[in-house]
């Protein structure tokens, strides 16, 4: 596809942003392109939703916090905001920090308002909503950024800022999209504003292997493509290179049980 847009139409190679899910894959498909391309220097992007976002907002915003937020500094924060909140409900029982970490990472991936939360079963919506608070007062007390924030604060920047969106829009005409199953509703609709009139989405994905909804991914974004974009073009890629047919059958006898699918006969 890179190759098509840039040899055959003439594309500028810096105008084609490619998106994927892993730093791992992005790296393997900048080589294989570059190998393809004979190692001549194209100035295609590549990279994962946090990467290209965190570039956008690096360019965009020179307050933007450099230090990005690590594991054990999560683990340090909620230390800290459990102690302050026990001092303060001392009768309300906590789960473990890291339950609560996965549980603030997937409520930011969803994308909800706070009147929709899907609160955690484990606590009720006010201590949580508390505790979501002050992590996030933290984060900002100590100049640190939290990679499940990368796509909302994007899309807030292009929402609130159209002269910065018309500039994006313009940089990158073409976005190329691996994995699209797995695309949250925050991505999702920062990518939407970024495509703007041109609409140049090529996505790449397999609904039957969206395993990430825990992670907030949602499966409707590319069961609805069509509609979402009704002028495109749905390639089916049905021929399977690792399986023999015994097996494919029998996953397409159990898979096709699944609700809300798109129909396939590999």
């Given at each position: ?26 790296l393997?498909m900048k080589?294989?392109?570059n190998?393809?391309?004979g ?8 990279g ?25 500094d ?8 459990y102690d ?6 001392p ?8 339950e ?6 997937k409520?930011k ?7 929709n939360l ?15 608070h002050?992590y ?6 100590e100049?640190?950024l939290?990679f499940?924030?990368?796509?909302g604060?994007?899309?807030?920047l292009?929402?609130e ?7 994006w829009?313009?940089?990158f ?13 925050p ?6 504003l ?13 609904d ?21 974009f009704?002028?495109?073009r749905?390639?089916?890629?049905e ?7 015994n ?15 798109k129909?396939?006969?590999?």
């Open positions: 596809r890179l190759q098509n847009l840039i040899l055959q139409y003439g594309v500028q190679p810096e105008k084609i942003l490619v998106i994927t899910f892993t730093k791992a894959a992005a393997e080589e294989r392109f190998k393809m391309m190692h001549s220097l194209y100035s295609v992007r590549f994962t939703f946090h990467a290209v976002f965190y570039y956008i907002l690096r360019q965009s915003s020179r307050s933007m916090p450099k230090n990005i937020l690590s594991d054990a999560k683990e340090r924060m909620l230390e800290k905001i302050m909140f026990s001092r303060q409900f009768e309300v029982s906590l789960p473990p920090e890291e609560m970490i996965k549980n603030i990472g409520y991936n969803t994308g909800e308002v706070f009147e899907s609160c955690p079963d484990f606590l009720e919506k006010e201590y949580f909503l508390w505790i979501y002050a996030n007062e933290m984060l900002v007390k100049e640190k939290d499940d924030d990368m796509a604060l994007c899309l807030r292009f929402t800022k159209r002269e910065v969106l018309k500039f829009q313009e940089q005409t073409y976005i190329l999209i691996d994995e699209f199953q797995d695309i949250n509703e991505q999702y609709k920062a990518v939407k970024l495509a703007g009139n041109k609409q140049n989405i090529f996505a790449v994905g397999d039957d292997q969206s395993i990430y909804k825990f992670r907030g991914a949602n499966i409707r974004n590319i069961l609805d493509f069509e509609k979402v009704p002028e495109a749905v390639i089916k890629l021929q399977n290179y690792r399986s023999t047919q097996v494919l059958d029998a996953a397409n006898h159990v898979i096709r049980n699944n609700a809300g699918r129909e396939k006969a590999l």
